[in-house]
């Protein structure tokens, strides 16, 4: 019998979005369709670690991948000028896939030189375990949308979770390496529901 993958178990959508947003959502967010990038987040929240890689990498094209819609319309809100709802000139270069980001990876060759996983839902209850996204078929996708050289770049702050991922990476015959990395704080970071010090960074490569 086929194995019946596991879909994106987060919300799709939250409270209901002001007037802006829902225009930004529908006039704006289709002529940021992506095609191809050098790097890629996914599920980005609100978007602030992805409007910091756009500053930071202004050659560079970078997709966000956030099935919530709440979370694309903050990052529309937060890219596009009040007045007239076009895009800053320092985002130009974000690209959003608002769904799941297998069903992007799949019909896309792009090969990112960072692909970046920052405070995952770890599903801390044992019958949730499945729903977990980072499991070792998703980080072998992910491994073969790598430019040569490429990194997977993951943080959380439930420790549990880190070492669950660790052992996946292993069971895709990846290479982890446990890094302290000093990256703008997110608000899922501020939030940190396990209550640990500070996250967990790992770097994958192939």
């Known amino acids: 019998m086929e194995k019946q993958e596991i879909r994106t178990f987060g919300r799709r959508h939250g409270k209901k979005l002001s007037a802006r947003q829902q225009s930004l959502i529908d006039n704006i967010l289709p002529t940021l369709y992506p095609t191809t990038g050098d790097i890629l987040e996914i599920g980005f929240g609100a978007g602030e670690h992805v409007r910091d890689l756009a500053r930071n990498h202004p050659d560079k094209t970078i997709i966000g991948a956030e099935p919530f819609m709440n979370g694309v319309a903050s990052l529309l809100s937060a890219i596009t000028d ?56 998703f980080l072998t996708l992910l491994s073969k949308h790598l430019a040569t050289n490429g990194e997977i770049i993951i943080g959380t702050d439930h420790w549990e979770y880190f070492d669950w991922i660790l052992m996946q990476t292993k069971s895709a015959n990846l290479h982890a390496t446990i890094a302290n990395l000093d990256i703008i704080q997110t608000r899922y970071q501020h939030k940190n529901k396990a209550g640990t010090d500070s996250p967990k960074y790992l770097i994958i490569k192939n």
């Not at 799941?100 to 920052?118: A, E």
């Open 82 to 137: 009040e007045k007239t709802n076009q895009v800053l000139n320092e985002y130009k270069n974000i690209r959003i896939w608002a769904d799941d980001v297998r069903d992007f990876l799949r019909k896309n060759d792009s090969k990112f030189s960072q692909i970046w996983v920052l405070h995952p839902d770890p599903w801390p209850k044992a019958r949730h375990v499945k729903r977990r996204l980072l499991s070792s078929d």
